[in-house]
């Protein structure tokens, strides 16, 4: 199920990054303000179906763990940009695979840990 709500919120984070750059704005501020957009929706997804844990007092850690994302998000484009990858677009394309990964083992172990 993680694959399926990852999968959803995935292109919804990339469809409004990929947005912002087009309309000017620097990746860092790209990243942080498609993550903002995306909290609540993947709140709700990830609780509901992927964890099966829908306590709106766990609110509070999922945006820590996003914070999270956020730094490790921007980082890494940055780490791959220097790197020699052509833009923006693509650095944050490649990053969706490990900072997936990493949102999928801190909401289980963070988050919604049983």
Do not use: E, H, Q, W
């Not at 620097?26 to 957009?37: E, F, H, I, S």
């Not at 007092?57 to 780490?79: H, P, T």
Request: proline share 4%.
């Amino acid at each position: 199920m993680f694959l399926i709500a990852g999968g959803v919120n995935t292109l919804f984070y990339y469809a409004v990054y990929a947005s912002l750059l087009f309309f000017g704005l620097p990746y860092p501020a790209a990243v942080v303000l498609a993550n903002c957009c995306g909290i609540v929706f993947n709140f709700n997804t990830f609780g509901r179906f992927v964890f099966k844990n829908f306590d709106k007092r766990l609110f509070f850690r999922f945006v820590a763990v996003y914070a999270v994302l956020i730094v490790v998000g921007i980082a890494g484009i940055r780490l791959l940009l220097a790197c020699g990858v052509p833009d923006a677009y693509f650095a944050g394309a490649l990053m969706v695979v490990p900072t997936a990964a990493l949102s999928y083992l801190l909401n289980r172990d963070v988050v919604f840990k049983s």
